[in-house]
């Protein structure tokens, strides 16, 4: 079981920035795969952005592309979300997730999933 603690977030301006941090429980940090998904009113749960478990590569939605940056440090156990320039549209609940493989059987992969408690993002223009 991994539980998944966030900090950060608030009430910033437009063009201002904000970390968003994500600490795990356990000892198996390194084993999971990491992102953080946003949700915004009246619109569908959207992937912002996601770290493989060394932290070697990352994925970005082209709406936070160059914007944002996701970091890992495994020995702390931690993800960060690095939200710069932020823009009106970033307004919503973001959470963290953290996936893992148990096995893949042919082409079906089984995973265990968690998800942080969600941190609101507000950003006034």
């Known amino acids: 079981q991994v539980q998944l603690v966030q900090s950060g977030g608030g009430l910033v301006q437009a063009g201002d920035s904000l970390r968003l941090s994500c600490a795990a429980s356990?000892?198996?940090?390194?084993?999971?795969?990491m992102g953080w998904f946003r949700r915004a009113p009246g619109k569908e749960r959207e992937l912002v952005a996601g770290?493989?478990?060394?932290?070697?590569?990352?994925y970005y939605a082209s709406s936070v592309q160059g914007r944002f940056t996701i970091s890992r440090d495994n020995a702390k156990n931690t993800v960060y979300l690095q939200m710069n320039s932020l823009k009106p549209e970033d307004t919503a609940i973001y959470l963290c997730?953290?996936?893992?493989?148990?096995?893949?059987?042919?082409?079906?992969?089984?995973?265990?999933?968690?998800w942080g408690q969600g941190t609101q993002v507000t950003v006034s223009s």
């Open positions: 997730y953290a996936n893992a493989t148990i096995v893949v059987i042919r082409s079906t992969r089984l995973y265990r999933e968690y």
């Open positions: 356990g000892r198996t940090f390194s084993s999971y795969a």
């Open positions: 770290i493989s478990r060394s932290g070697d590569n990352a």
